[in-house]
């Protein structure tokens, strides 16, 4: 037996999470079986351990996007007992039972080795939060950033504070937008040279082109200011839109992609080949500062996450929190 939490749901639809002993048969199927050792909180898992966002179907259900661990079991020659290996993406924590247990069942297909370089409790510092970062910096290398500060959105926030420093990191000047000025300077020790109030970008305007501003920029908000900044982008510059914090609707017009050339990309890091997997994650143990990454850490155990989940959903979790599941 060992320690999981677990979602239920009564006859009423009501759901309840709490930390429950499970056994290694109540896992689902799976070719591996990993000893996870740290797991994180992410807008996706603060619907899960609630209830559910229309992301889980069956109950009871073990919520938990991501996790690193060793392998303790395989039927697949790719991995062996002893194995470090890290987990994101594949609906695992929302249709299949995720990381916020003590061990956990998989396909092969769903793991990448850990990079030299990174432990487990540091893969979960980066976590889905910062492998979608570096994917959402990779996109932008290869569409060409330009010259100018490169705007980060929701910037206190997991994708947020890895983009800023590792695009910090990188030589680039960047631009955090926070609705929380008391960030600022957690902002500025990763590298952020400049600090943007929110309400300075989440202000409509009629004109659908401003002044070329910025070089490039991660988008973790959507929205109205997914729609602002597409106007202020310069010539040839992209976005990488990662998430809808601000919404999902995008109230704008086509003229910045007709008349300056503007990119927007969608990233998703739910369903990436392994390939590009492999290579985010050797850019992250390239390219991310592990001293930076430490101040991003918000510690936390399995009995910390259901205040965690609701914690999540109203935007009051700031970097990253890391999940000790045997703590």
């Known amino acids: 037996m060992f320690n999981a939490l677990v979602v239920n ?18 896992l689902p199927a799976g070719d591996v079986v990993v000893a996870v050792e740290y797991s994180t909180v992410n807008y996706k898992d603060g619907l899960c351990i609630g209830p559910g966002g229309g992301l889980v179907r069956n109950y009871p259900h073990v919520p938990g996007i991501d996790f690193a661990g060793t392998v303790e079991s395989s039927d697949d020659p790719r991995y062996k007992a002893g194995d470090k290996v890290v987990l ?42 910062g492998f979608t970062a570096m994917l959402s910096v990779m996109a932008l290398e290869d569409h ?32 955090a937008v926070t609705g929380r000025p008391e960030t600022a300077d957690y902002l500025t020790s990763l590298g952020a040279t400049q600090i943007v109030a929110r309400e300075e970008l989440n202000e409509t305007v009629k004109r659908p082109l401003e002044g070329e501003t910025w070089g490039g920029c991660v988008d973790a908000v959507g929205g109205d200011m997914l729609a602002r900044v597409l106007g202020q982008m310069q010539y040839g510059a992209s976005v990488a839109a990662v998430g809808l914090a601000g919404g999902a609707g995008l109230p704008a017009t086509v003229i910045p992609f007709l ?69």
């Open 144 to 175: 060409g950033i330009k010259d100018g500060p490169v705007l980060v959105t929701g910037a206190a926030g997991g994708v947020g504070s890895v983009a800023t420093a590792i695009l910090a990191h990188l030589g680039h000047q960047v631009a």
């Open 259 to 327: 008349l300056r050339g503007v990119n927007l990309l969608g990233i998703d890091s739910v369903m990436q080949p392994y390939e590009n997997r492999l290579r985010a994650w050797e850019r992250i143990a390239k390219d991310l500062p592990m001293d930076k990454l430490e101040a991003m850490v918000q510690p936390a155990v399995l009995s910390d996450l259901p205040a965690l989940g609701r914690d999540i959903l109203k935007g009051q979790v700031k970097g990253r929190v890391v999940v000790d599941v045997n703590a």
């Open 88 to 129: 994101t993406g594949w609906r695992v924590g929302e249709a299949h039972w995720g990381g916020y247990s003590q061990k956990a069942r998989v396909k092969a297909d769903w793991l990448v080795p850990l990079p030299e370089g990174l432990d487990a409790r540091r893969a979960m510092a980066v976590g889905t939060a």
């Open 9 to 26: 749901k009564n006859d009423e639809g009501k759901t309840s999470a709490a930390v429950e002993q499970i056994a290694l048969d109540d």
